[in-house]
């Protein structure tokens, strides 16, 4: 008796949950399949809000229009603006070409890089809050800096560590900065990619691998300040520099491909990366800089390092809210035609020192490059057919 009462019951609640399942579903079966149907895949519903105010809150469909912007990103297009956004970071080994470092100065770089890698760091937090919960956040922040930690305490019974002609102490610094910097870059990459499935499309997906592009010059300076500081060489600085950016455009494609997988590990995976460079900068970076350089110059350089950083991401942050997809392509031509021949010069200079390139290559490299810039702006304006009748009046004598 005692049993079939206990299978009643359990009958009886098994009813009961289903019965509300269907009751707290009816509802979202209802909106899902509104939202479906809606013309513009749009669909509005007032709703109270806690002050007793009626607001109109917008259900964006999954429609036609919202998989358009997805569709109009190809994967080729994402793999080679990452790719192109990773090499930037080999523009910040340029400077070491042309000056050599005293101690001095050796301190102060330490300094600008812990300044970057903040800056980083600090981006990493607030990219990881935006995709999910803050509690992933912390965790990562939690488990990056333990794991830093036991990766310095192997290294410490590893033994004798040698990179790049260094050994001993500095060699396993070395280690655990070009790790950290190459961690974190699966971090971007994952935000590069997830962008451009967004529901902004390219327009979106372009801004923040600009911005990323901008930011990975910094990077990759703060990378080639602790290896020349070690006297690495400018090449293998530089290459080293490029080499930590590599893993962004690995996992933008297969982020891009699987956009709502990924953005369920952003959070952990920033807040991952951010703890493995805020550890290193105080335990490591830091203490370095303090015995080359005194603490006033390496709180300025740090400081001035933070605040560029930031003020670079409050630019991109801006331009990103106020301006439609119009004006982000416009943006983006206007400084691929104002910037690019100077970033491509000075591409060209540290690739010809870096690699010893013949001066015929290079003559032949600079004049493909400016074939492509002058013929690129004329067929952009052929587009346009209001733009045809001005053509023909410039090339057709009165």
């Not at 930690?149 to 590893?158: D, R, S, T």
């Not at 303090?290 to 942050?317: D, G, H, N, R, Y």
């Not at 910037?339 to 200079?349: K, W």
């Not at 045809?388 to 009165?398: E, G, H, K, Q, R």
């Amino acid at each position: 008796m005692h049993s079939g009462c206990t299978k009643l019951m359990l009958l009886l609640f098994l009813l009961l949950a289903v019965f509300i399942g269907n009751t707290d579903a009816d509802p979202q079966w209802e909106i899902s399949h509104k939202v479906r149907t809606a013309p513009h895949g749009d669909m509005g519903r007032n709703v109270i809000d806690g002050s007793g105010v009626e607001k109109t809150l917008h259900d964006v469909g999954m429609g036609e229009n919202k998989r358009g912007s997805h569709n109009k990103v190809s994967v080729s297009t994402v793999a080679l603006f990452t790719l192109a956004m990773a090499a930037a970071t080999g523009l910040g080994a340029v400077p070491f070409f042309f000056v050599e470092l005293d101690p001095q100065w050796a301190g102060i770089c330490n300094g600008m890089a812990a300044g970057v890698m903040l800056a980083a760091s600090f981006d990493l937090v607030k990219e990881g809050q935006e995709h999910g919960s803050g509690n992933w956040v912390v965790t990562g922040i939690l488990a990056g800096a333990l794991f830093i930690w036991l990766c310095k305490q192997f290294l410490e019974q590893y033994g004798e560590v040698s990179m790049l002609d260094i050994k001993g102490a500095d060699a396993a610094k070395v280690v655990l900065v070009i790790g950290i910097m190459t961690l974190h870059s699966f971090g971007e990459g994952s935000g590069v990619g997830v962008s451009f499935a967004g529901s902004k499309g390219f327009s979106q997906g372009l801004l923040v691998t600009l911005a990323i592009a901008v930011h990975n010059i910094p990077e990759g300076l703060a990378v080639s300040m602790v290896l020349a500081s070690r006297g690495v060489s400018p090449q293998n600085a530089m290459l080293w520099s490029i080499i930590t950016s590599l893993p962004q455009p690995i996992v933008a494609v297969p982020a891009f491909l699987c956009a709502d997988a990924f953005s369920k590990f952003l959070p952990f995976c920033t807040g991952f990366a951010a703890g493995c460079m805020i550890w290193m900068v105080i335990a490591e970076v830091l203490p370095d800089a303090f015995k080359e350089a005194s603490p006033s110059q390496v709180a300025s350089s740090a400081t001035i390092s933070v605040a560029s950083m930031e003020a670079l991401s409050t630019l991109f942050e801006n331009f990103t809210h106020d301006y439609n997809s119009e004006d982000a392509s416009g943006f983006f031509v206007s400084l691929l035609f104002g910037l690019g021949p100077l970033l491509g010069g000075v591409f060209l200079v540290a690739s010809a020192l870096t690699f010893r390139l013949q001066h015929a290559l290079l003559m032949g490299v600079a004049s493909g490059i400016a074939f492509v810039l002058g013929l690129w702006r004329p067929l952009q304006l052929l587009q346009w057919d209001s733009s045809l009748l001005l053509v023909y009046s410039l090339l057709v004598p009165c």
